[in-house]
């Protein structure tokens, strides 16, 4: 499923940023070598990331 039309970023591209390091969107265009063009997609990928925060805190405990 794409996130981010514009760019043609995929769920799983996201996903891999994030487990690469990416803590903001920013971070995600930029291990995918574009930026936001629209902003759309930006509040999407801060849902994932604060859910993998959420998700490791969790398997830290």
Do not use: L, T, W
Not at 30 to 52: D, T
């Amino acid at each position: 499923m794409y996130v981010c039309n514009c760019n043609g970023i995929r769920s799983r591209d996201v996903h891999f940023a994030i487990e690469a390091g990416a803590k903001r969107p920013k971070d995600i265009f930029a291990s995918q070598g574009c930026q936001a063009q629209c902003a759309k997609c930006v509040c999407e990928m801060r849902q994932m990331i604060q859910e993998s925060r959420d998700a490791f805190a969790v398997a830290a405990e």
